[in-house]
């Protein structure tokens, strides 16, 4: 688990439940935040080590991301322990923590760069849901945005090879979810940045959520999720982006060659650049060999930072992006942020799972000393 030791759920915002007396006061109103994360559904990740042939045997793509059912997920998950990879340094070979591209990003942003940021979203009233809270509450993250829910959490097994890549199998049919209905601008207000993840299946609450962060001035940041997400909705992608209301967008190079399938050259080179025609800015990420990012006219890239070999490559884009947004909200150059999100990127691979330890923090501040990146101001 991510976060040591159980802890009772908070008591945030629930859809069910008896209304308050009457003149009773308003609840409070929420703290401002640099930051908010956007994740409809809270998802706890299962996350191990194991050998080929467990991925051999489960539908799907390598190395993607594809939604199962609740009883496939409990088959993998019962089939793991017999698949179990021999792993160094960590207490046990399979991790169970807080999970979800957004969610990622928003505790790495508190818990290793010390930025005011919270999660707008809804989780069950399960075992997972108290877990997904605890742990991003211990982390410093902001939950007083997240609504409790009767229902179930989501779950995603997340299955990592002997190079580190994973293969991610995410249970959401049946998990609480937060509506679009449910959102309101004050959720938004006092922000300076929203952060996203695309989905086809959520567009109805990313559109509203973007529409409410404009009208309060705060800017919008999205990740493309995974190569299937982007070949399976490509046209509904294009079509948000070409509303011109995404102002950062992030990329991985698979996700850039299914954007720019069918063109005469495609490269990563033509995706940034089909990005940046409708972003302020716009990212590449090359895995080991770095990142390419575009602001107006403005082309930096970037290698990689820091040699490790990839235990585990869950959570390097959403990290990236942790470091990335530091360096926007702190005011620095493209290729300071470029190298800021390098540096957080490579901190969350040297362990399993999606959370950064305390070790790799250390290990991350080394870097971008070494570097001569902005250090973040850490009050405890």
Not at 289 to 317: F, L, Q, W
Request: one cysteine or more; aromatic letters at 6%.
């Amino acid at each position: 688990m991510g976060a040591e030791g159980e802890m009772p759920c908070p008591l945030l915002r629930k859809k069910d439940g008896p209304s308050p007396p009457p003149h009773s006061p308003p609840p409070p109103r929420p703290a401002p935040l640099a930051i908010l994360g956007l994740q409809p559904s809270a998802l706890v990740d299962h996350v191990a080590r194991v050998d080929w042939s467990l991925l051999d045997r489960i539908p799907g793509d390598r190395g993607g991301s594809q939604q199962v059912n609740i009883e496939d997920l409990n088959h993998i998950l019962s089939e793991v322990n017999t698949h179990i990879l021999p792993f160094l340094n960590d207490l046990s070979p399979i991790r169970t923590i807080a999970g979800g591209s957004v969610a990622n990003t928003i505790r790495g942003l508190t818990a290793g760069f010390g930025v005011p940021s919270g999660m707008i979203g809804a989780f069950g009233d399960d075992e997972q849901g108290c877990m997904f809270v605890h742990n991003m509450s211990f982390s410093g993250v902001d939950v007083s945005r997240l609504r409790m829910k009767k229902g179930p959490t989501g779950q995603c097994a997340c299955l990592v090879d002997a190079d580190g890549n994973r293969t991610m199998r995410p249970c959401l049919s049946n998990a609480v979810k937060l509506q679009a209905n449910e959102l309101t601008r004050e959720d938004f207000r006092g922000s300076k940045w929203l952060v996203l993840r695309y989905a086809h299946f959520n567009l109805e609450i990313i559109n509203t959520a973007i529409k409410l962060a404009k009208q309060e001035g705060v800017s919008v940041s999205m990740d493309l999720a995974s190569f299937e997400m982007v070949r399976d909705s490509r046209t509904h992608l294009i079509s948000l982006l070409e509303t011109g209301n995404i102002d950062l967008c992030f990329a991985n190079e698979d996700e850039a060659r299914e954007l720019i399938r069918g063109e005469p050259k495609a490269d990563q080179e033509d995706a940034l650049s089909f990005l940046a025609k409708h972003c302020k800015w716009a990212v590449v990420t090359l895995a080991s060999k770095g990142c390419m990012a575009k602001h107006g006219k403005e082309v930096v890239r970037v290698p990689a930072i820091g040699e490790a070999h990839a235990i585990d490559a869950t959570g390097a884009g959403d990290l990236f992006a942790s470091g990335f947004l530091y360096g926007l909200v702190k005011g620095l150059p493209l290729e300071d942020c470029c190298k800021m999100g390098s540096c957080s990127g490579g901190s969350v691979i040297r362990s399993l799972g999606g959370e950064v330890r305390p070790e790799s923090w250390q290990w991350m501040y080394k870097q971008m000393q070494a570097n001569g990146l902005l250090l973040p101001d850490l009050k405890n």
